[in-house]
């Protein structure tokens, strides 16, 4: 068990509705990270919350957006769902750095979309 | 671009055989280097970790890993493989000033009885 903590653990829609992915992350971390996962991407980083700002972007859709909380959890909302968008996604916590580089992340047990 | 190179993308190894993953990394400065562990079905868990130190570092389930400086390399050992080590493997590294890990594209590794 990793401390990190993800709702719901599958989820199915359909084609162009709206869902919120919600992320705890470990007592003490600063960080949220989420990743998503699907067999012809792999593992992609989506986007970086640190203390409630937006820290750092990667292959995010516009159709995607995030925010962290002031009790740091943090959401992913995905929006005009497509077929493609079905994938495992996954939120990671840290601390942030460590003398300056990259600390340790720590992986949930992942979201499981599915869009029909 | 920094970048983390998995060249090894699907290894099938019998039982008891001797496992070597590659792992490079492109970036000229410090680094901090991960392996993680996704076994079917599950999250990403974190097999071993290099900082500083002594380059050989070891992990969990008898996993081993040599940082190479001089190759930017990082590549995951164990002597021994068992069916159980059936997953899939990311190497990632972490830079200076950011706090944002680089992975790899993952290597998938099946094991035989």
């Known amino acids: 068990d990793s401390g990190v903590t993800q709702t719901p653990k599958h989820l199915i829609t359909a084609t162009g509705q709206r869902v919120t992915l919600r992320c705890s992350p470990r007592?003490?971390?600063?960080?949220v990270y989420w990743y998503q996962q699907s067999l012809d991407q792999g593992l992609q980083f989506l986007i970086q919350?640190?203390?409630?700002?937006?820290?750092a972007k990667g292959n995010i859709l516009e159709r995607f957006s995030a925010q962290q909380f002031p009790d740091l959890h943090s959401e992913l909302n995905l929006s005009s769902l497509e077929l493609g968008d079905s994938a495992l996604y996954f939120c990671?916590?840290?601390?942030?750095?460590?003398?300056?580089?990259?600390?340790?992340?720590?992986f949930g047990p992942g979201t499981r979309l599915t869009v029909l | 671009a920094q970048s983390v190179s998995q060249h090894n993308h699907h290894v099938i190894l019998s039982e008891a055989a001797s496992l070597e993953l590659g792992c490079n990394y492109s970036?000229?400065?410090?680094?901090?280097l991960f392996w993680y562990v996704q076994y079917p079905g599950q999250h990403l868990q974190l097999l071993l970790k290099?900082?500083?130190?002594?380059?050989l570092v070891k992990g969990i389930k008898g996993f081993e890993a040599e940082f190479i400086k001089s190759k930017f390399s990082f590549n995951l050992r164990k002597p021994s493989v068992q069916w159980s080590d059936t997953a899939e493997y990311f190497c990632?590294?972490?830079?200076?000033?950011?706090?944002?890990?680089?992975f790899g594209t993952g290597t998938r590794l099946q094991v035989f009885p």
């Open positions: 990671a916590s840290s601390a942030g750095t460590i003398l300056g580089m990259a600390d340790t992340q720590y």
């Open positions: 007592s003490g971390d600063l960080s």
């Open positions: 919350y640190y203390n409630g700002e937006e820290r």
């Open positions: 970036y000229g400065g410090t680094v901090n």
């Open positions: 290099y900082f500083s130190g002594d380059p």
């Open positions: 990632a590294a972490g830079l200076y000033n950011t706090d944002k890990l680089i």
